[in-house]
């Protein structure tokens, strides 16, 4: 993913620490998933227009795909798991902490 901004850099982090404290996941799981996701992709300074939707939109869409987090009378025992990203993939880039 190409960001050099500290702002959007932050953003991304959100995503990331959402998808460890909502689904306890390790942090560089979390890092691998968004760096999966946004890989190819190019982003203009904070606020980039994926700024529109809060982290957790992100987060969610990242480890289940398309699903209603938002109604609290979702079925969530449906819901399956996304992969994550190869181990051998270069989107894994941190350690766990």
Same mark, same amino acid.
């Given at each position: 993913? @190409?960001?050099? +901004?500290? #702002?959007?850099?932050? $953003?991304?982090?959100? !995503? ?7 689904? /306890? ?11 999966? @996701?946004?890989? +190819?992709? #190019?982003?203009?300074? $904070?606020?980039?227009? !994926? ?7 992100? /987060? ?14 979702? +079925? ?22």
């Amino acid at each position: 993913m @190409a960001t050099d +901004d500290p #702002e959007m850099q932050e $953003y991304f982090r959100e !995503i990331a620490e959402f998808m460890v404290d909502e689904f /306890a996941i390790g942090y560089p799981e979390a890092v691998a998933r968004v760096n999966e @996701a946004f890989k +190819d992709q #190019e982003f203009a300074p $904070y606020p980039d227009i !994926i700024c529109h939707e809060l982290p957790e939109h992100w /987060a969610y869409g990242l480890y289940y795909g398309d699903v209603p987090y938002w109604d609290e009378d979702a +079925d969530r025992s449906t819901w399956t798991v996304r992969p994550a990203p190869d181990p051998a993939s270069p989107s894994w880039t941190v350690r766990e902490r």
